[in-house]
């Protein structure tokens, strides 16, 4: 029997990234343990693990003590879509700040290092492009996306002082709109958006004019990116930026997708949310230097990974639903629905 298994917390674990996480950790021969709230993970994610005798799995919320021994923690609990995080603002907040700052205290006791899932968001809408790590950002601090972007950018601060002042091992990635299987369909963010409108033939609700720009990365490139950080020596803390510099407008992904759905959607045009950056891209030369890291996989080959992810989940659906109901709208589960949003 090996006493040395590299044990490993990854918290928000059944969400997006979270369980494409502990899939790789456990591949790499890890113990890992799962902790969730389910505010917007859900236990299908994570279902196909739960047989794996090294995977165990908690439900609990981050914004509490947690009191476990392991070796490694992967920090990842908190919404992402800003349908999700702005439908309780404080809520975000705390799990930010006080899920930081217990997760840190945690690594401090039992002197495991620990990663955190920062964002571009800290970039807020940006003045410089392409984003490089050592830019402060352009953030609002009073409007609705605030209780993300600040949350996750006082989250960074108390990881460089719980360092600083603690010597918590530390790692701090700057994650890119990332996309891939296990998205939430109801989540609101823009490429599960358009994936299930192009396939629904219903209307592709772009923000904006659409001139907007993204760079969106796919969920494996981010994943290796992650371990790769972790696997760096102690003294390379971050932050580093993890995203795919192939940047696009949202006009040209909905083009995109539905000349790859086949889909006779057509595009329908809606108010431009509050703040919402007008550009982003990552400059990713660090992580190439420091991790020697590029992301592999381009923005058709995932997204025809993610269309074939959802293709099944619509045609069930279409399948269960009445034949005079008229098409649903993919908002219609949201707790907050986007015109609801601050615009
Ligand atoms: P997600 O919403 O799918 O996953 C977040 C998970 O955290 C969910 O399982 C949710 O239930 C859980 N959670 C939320 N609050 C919690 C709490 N208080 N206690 C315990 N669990 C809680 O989102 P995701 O896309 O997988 O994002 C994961 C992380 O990566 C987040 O921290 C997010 O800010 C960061 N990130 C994501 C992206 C992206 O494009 N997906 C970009 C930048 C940063
Ligand atoms: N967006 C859009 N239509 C949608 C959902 C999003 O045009 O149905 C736009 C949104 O306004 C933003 C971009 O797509 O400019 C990315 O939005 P997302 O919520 O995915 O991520 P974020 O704004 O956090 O980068």
Partial sequence: ???????????????????????????????????????????????????NPRFEVMRHDITMNL??????????????SPVHYQFDPVQTLKTSVHGAINMLGL????????????????????????????YWGHVNPLGPRACYDEGKRAAETLFFDYHRQHDVRIKVARIFNTYGPRMHPDDGRVVSNFIIQALRDDPITIYGNGEQTRSFG???????????????????????????????????????IIAMTG?????????????????????????KQKL???????LREGLERTIDYFRPIVAAEAATR??????PKITDRLPIQPEEMAF
Avoid at 110 to 134: C, R
Avoid at 226 to 240: E, K, N, Q, S, Y
Avoid at 241 to 254: D, H, I, T, Y
């Fill in 218 to 256: 796919y969920v494996d490139d981010l994943i290796e990116g992650m371990l790769r950080l972790m696997a760096t020596d102690d003294g390379f803390l971050g932050p580093v930026n993890l995203g795919n510099p192939g940047e696009v407008s949202v006009r040209e992904l909905a083009e995109l």
């Fill in 107 to 134: 690594a401090k006791r039992i002197k495991a290092k620990i990663f955190q899932a920062s964002t571009s968001e800290v970039y807020g809408d940006p003045h410089v492009h392409p984003q490089t790590e050592s």
């Fill in 67 to 80: 009191y476990v021994e392991v070796d490694e923690i992967y920090n990842l609990a908190c919404p992402a």
């Fill in 1 to 51: 029997m090996s006493f040395s298994r590299v044990r490993t917390l990854v918290t928000g674990g059944s969400g997006f990234i979270g369980s494409h996480l502990c899939e790789r950790l456990l591949a790499n021969g890890h113990e890992v343990l799962c902790v969730d709230n389910y505010y917007t993970g859900r236990r299908q994610n994570i279902e196909h693990l739960l047989a």
């Fill in 292 to 298: 020697s890291w590029t992301p592999r996989v381009d």
């Fill in 263 to 287: 889909s006779r959607s057509k595009l329908a045009f809606r108010p431009l949310p509050a703040d919402d950056p007008k550009q982003r891209q990552p400059d990713i030369t660090l992580a």
């Fill in 322 to 327: 009445p034949a005079h109901s008229g098409s």
